[in-house]
């Protein structure tokens, strides 16, 4: 039997409403690839009937469906990575279930991928997005790119296509909090982007709110830069410069002035120049500390990263 050369992975939470819809459109679009290929539905502990849903359309196309159901809600990386260490294909591609990017796209990621590149990220062509999303997610892109040496133009954008190189490297990542996509781009040699299509949700709800964006700009800054920590530091140092040529220069206003020298000095500490603004550094810093500290916590302990509860599959690899 020839090799599956495509693994498309696909991490499934609470989507019982459009998981149909995703169904009718994607296997059509994938056999008119021409190619051998396989779906790796993974349930990320669904509280809805989503994870019924995939074992009815396991039993429709057994011959290339795989649904992996974690035994709780370990989040959509964690899901991925659930998927990307039973994956066979040569090139694995992850989509979302909602069907924001359409399953018809992926010719065109197997296309750079054939061309020499290793991993393929994409940006979404005119979002379909709240405005409140858009900007949120322009600010956080931002952000990153000027903390850490991760380059990409939509990082909230999942349908990406990934080399059988760079999927093994990942599998050997053993980090407690992984970001995929910035994974594969310190692991990839010829990292590309193509424009893809977008489109509204077929159905439910996005799963992202501002918490979850800012929470995961916290991990990809923590998980894959220093310079945080360098520029609290030169922040930090600049402050205290500041705040002592700030004290310098009251203390000699207020002696020229004619008042005593302990008076001078009564004066400076009463009206606590920066006091606010230094309160603001030092609990920032506290944070941002506390976020280091804690992904050092979770790795020590080693916990497991997911817990599967059960594969359905025809033929288990061997």
Not at 168 to 176: G, K, P
Not at 272 to 296: A, K, M, N, W
């Amino acid at each position: 039997m020839s090799a599956i050369e495509l693994s498309v992975v696909i991490p499934v939470f609470d989507e019982e409403a459009g998981l149909p819809a995703l169904f009718e459109r994607l296997y059509p679009a994938l056999d008119s690839l021409g190619l051998r290929y396989e779906v790796i539905f993974v349930d990320d502990g669904s509280r809805d009937r989503s994870a019924q849903v995939l074992r009815e359309q396991f039993a429709r196309r057994a011959d290339v469906t795989r649904v992996v159901l974690l035994a709780a809600n370990f989040g959509q990386h964690m899901a991925i990575l659930a998927a990307f260490e039973r994956s066979r294909g040569g090139t694995v591609v992850t989509l979302d279930a909602d069907l924001q990017n359409p399953p018809e796209e992926i010719g065109k990621l197997l296309e750079a991928i054939r061309a020499g590149h290793d991993y393929v990220g994409s940006y979404r062509h005119e979002r379909e997005d709240s405005a409140f999303r858009r900007i949120a997610s322009r600010m956080i892109n931002s952000l990153r790119e000027r903390t850490t040496d991760i380059r990409m133009t939509d990082h909230g954008c999942m349908l990406r296509a990934y080399a059988r190189g760079v999927v093994d490297a990942i599998n050997q990542s053993r980090e407690t909090n992984a970001f995929v996509p910035a994974l594969a781009y310190t692991f990839a040699r010829r990292p590309t982007e193509i424009e893809v299509a977008h489109a509204p949700r077929a159905a439910g709800e996005s799963k992202y709110s501002l918490y979850r964006l800012i929470q995961l700009n916290f991990d990809l800054m923590t998980g894959f830069s220093a310079k945080p920590l360098q520029i609290y530091s030169l922040f930090g140092m600049l402050v205290s410069v500041g705040s002592i040529a700030t004290y310098v220069i009251v203390l000699g206003k207020r002696l020229l002035e004619g008042d005593s020298f302990g008076r001078a000095i009564a004066v400076i500490w009463d009206r606590d120049i920066l006091q606010f603004l230094l309160i603001g550094v030092t609990l920032f810093g506290i944070g941002l500390l506390g976020e280091y500290v804690s992904r050092i916590i979770e790795q020590v302990r080693g916990r497991p990263r997911y817990l599967v509860r059960a594969v359905i599959e025809r033929d288990p690899p061997a």
